[in-house]
Each structure stands twice: as structure tokens, then as C-alpha cells.
């Protein structure tokens, strides 16, 4: 299968905790990547293979894998985390790369 | 520092060819340790990889764009080029390039501002 699926939205409060998750077969060979798209900017990668952080991404962003479904949690949200977030990984086969829907992440 | 830069028509003719160019500049796309890549998102949707290209010109597709889709390099104006064959108006959307080492993990970690391309007559 070479289709990722995440949740359209999720709302969290001002310092709490948030997980968004990403079920596909192919989670099950291949670790995810979550990008961050704030409106009218590219993506940013926060979160790459096993649970990496680019540099100058925030360590309240981490990512866990268990089965067909990976997750992007944000411990202690801030208004600046308030954006769509993808995961991406490889399809099956190894040789393509996929998206999921994308999550839209509300800070209340 | 790395910056990648998108650009061509911002209009283009249904049943057409769109043609796009990434200039990539504080890194050379001859490099052994890089992938290049193009992706789309149309208004208001997600992303869609379109497909990836490395330094000895072999490229990979997007299964669902393979048939209208070539992406190729020119090392001598350091650009990598997408050309996407037969446009509908489902395919306007803003075009990113972007950036990936080589390692089977490591994610596109750079990325160019986009270019929106409409597919309108």
C-alpha cells in the first residue's frame, strides 16, 4: 500500500500535550518524516527517521513508531506550532516517497 | 548556505507541457551526496511528491505522474529541471524543489519558496 493517513484536525491548549499519528503498511519497514507548513512557507522538516530533530527544531517535538502507525507528539505546545503537519515516509516498494493528508494543528 | 530557487510560466496552456526550473545555489547538484527532488501542492491541498533525481541523472517517479513526467540535471547551470506533459487543470499547484542527502532515512531538509503554476486558457 502506498497511502499514509492522518487525522485533518486536531486543537490543543496553550502548553499542553498533542499527538498526531500516521497509519500505512509501509510504517511497518519505514520509519516517517513530519514536516511543519506554516501558511504561504515551505515545509520544515521536526522530525526524521526513528525520532531525530533537525537542528534549531524546539525538543518538545518528538516521534515514536509502533506497528502501521507513527506519531508526532508536541509536548507543551506554542502558538508557534500552530500549522499543518505531514508525515511522509516510502511507499512498499521502497523506491517512492509518500504524504500523508496532513494535520491541521490548532493552539487554543 | 544552501537556496534553492523554482521558476518558469507561471501560466500554462491545457494539454500542454509545464516546464519548471530549480537554480540551486551553495551546493553542487554533481555531488555524490544528494538527491533532488520536485513536489507539488494544489491550492488549499497537501503535498505530492513528484519525483527525485541524483547526481548520475537517474531518476525516480511518482507512479501516479510517471507517464507524463521527466525530471532531468544540467551540472553546467547547477539546475534540475521538471517537466510535466499533458497539464490539466488539475495539475496547477505550487511546485517546490528541494533537497535530500543520501542515506535511506534522511528527509528533503531543504527546500525552495515554490512556484505557483496555473493551468488555464
Known amino acids: 500500500s502506498s497511502e499514509l493517513t492522518q487525522e485533518p484536525a486536531v486543537s490543543v491548549a496553550l502548553g499542553q500535550t498533542v499527538r498526531i499519528t500516521c497509519q500505512g503498511d509501509s510504517l511497518r519497514k519505514y520509519y516517517a518524516n513530519w514536516y511543519q507548513q506554516k501558511p504561504g512557507q515551505a515545509p520544515v522538516v521536526v522530525i526524521y527517521?526513528?525520532?531525530n530533530r533537525p537542528s534549531g527544531i524546539a525538543d518538545r517535538f518528538s516521534g515514536s513508531t509502533s506497528g502501521n502507525t507513527a506519531s508526532l507528539t508536541i509536548t507543551g505546545a506554542q502558538t508557534e506550532d500552530e500549522a499543518d503537519y505531514y508525515c511522509?515516509?516510502?511507499?512498499?516498494?521502497?523506491?517512492?516517497?509518500?504524504f500523508g493528508g496532513g494535520t491541521k494543528v490548532t493552539v487554543l | 548556505q544552501l537556496q534553492l530557487q523554482a521558476s518558469g510560466p507561471g501560466l500554462v496552456q491545457p494539454s500542454e507541457t509545464l516546464s519548471l526550473t530549480c537554480t540551486v545555489s551553495g551546493a553542487s547538484i554533481s555531488s555524490g551526496i544528494y538527491y533532488w527532488g520536485w513536489f507539488r501542492q494544489p491550492p488549499g491541498k497537501g503535498l505530492e511528491w513528484i519525483g527525485s533525481i541524483f547526481y548520475t541523472g537517474s531518476a525516480s517517479y511518482n507512479p501516479s505522474l510517471e507517464s507524463r513526467v521527466t525530471i532531468s540535471l544540467d551540472t553546467s547551470k547547477n539546475q534540475f529541471s521538471l517537466r510535466l506533459f499533458s497539464v490539466t487543470a488539475a495539475d496547477t499547484a505550487l511546485f517546490y524543489c528541494a533537497r535530500r542527502k543520501t542515506g535511506y532515512q534522511n528527509p528533503f531538509d531543504s527546500w525552495g519558496q515554490g512556484a505557483l503554476v496555473t493551468v488555464s486558457s
Open positions: 511522509n515516509s516510502r511507499d512498499s516498494t521502497g523506491n517512492h516517497w509518500v
Open positions: 527517521g526513528k525520532d
